[in-house]
């Protein structure tokens, strides 16, 4: 069994599936604005076979609040800077009821796109870009929290992941008449082992989303977001962990709207539609709300 014996943990319990980029910026990430600041709230559900009681279950659920703060230094390129900070838990769901969780600042991602290619009538809606995109994510969040036993605690109760990522992947955005546009999306990201042996599954990233103005301000959109992880790895032997990784395809129905002139909100709400989880696992329903500034 794939599962470090009497310190059960939930793997990946709040795996991303969005796209930062195209939830913050949209079409104007090549705009004429420079600098972009944008605050983020998700929350997160994951659950799966509790290995404490055949009947139980394990929930985490995490509400990630994620400061983003984006500068475009030459008009074909843009710096993206991300961190979050987590407020996760975690219940056990035997005849005890176990419930802990933690919180705190997590890792921050810092991204590089540069638009390799332009079309269409610049700064205008009808302006087309593919661009590439390279990252790092630093593990700037705590990996060695304790429980009140003084014992260090689960992995997916930490707020960092303990080692870097490095990703890597395309934007392309392309209008499809005059008030509706069209997103592509991809991400590969390669994750490394921390000083306890934890390694979180490669994941490949999948987004695409159509956006329609509903009049002066107001734009809507839907999307299908898809991810694909490999089983994270929970020590040096390369032991496997089975309730872990595999497919998933969400729909994201989404609404944009300029409050004042720079100034956006947007919302988000991400649906399972088509699951092929590893082992015994499953994610619910998650909402996204978030507001950007424009400079």
Known sequence: MAVLLGRPATACPTCRVSDPVFDVFGR??????????AFDWAQFRKDQASFT??????WIEESRFTLTVGYRFEPWF???ARLPALARTREDGTPEGITNGEEGVG???LEGLVRLVLWGAKETERESWAALRVGLKV??????IENPEGDRDRESLQVGTGAPDVFAGFAVRAPLDAPSGLWLSGEYRRTATNEFGYKYGDTLLGHAAVTRALGRGVEAGLGLDYRHAARDVINLSGLERRNSGGAILFVTPRLIVEIAHGFRGHMALRIPAV?????????????NLGFSFLF
């Open 275 to 287: 699951r092929n989880l590893n082992g015994d696992q499953g994610e619910s329903v998650s909402p």
């Open 139 to 144: 593990p700037t969040g705590r990996n060695r």
């Open 107 to 109: 890792d921050l991602e």
């Open 28 to 37: 104007g990430l090549f705009g004429p604005e420079r600098l972009t600041v």
């Open 53 to 58: 009681s055949p009947t139980g279950r394990t």
């Open 78 to 80: 843009t710096f993206v």
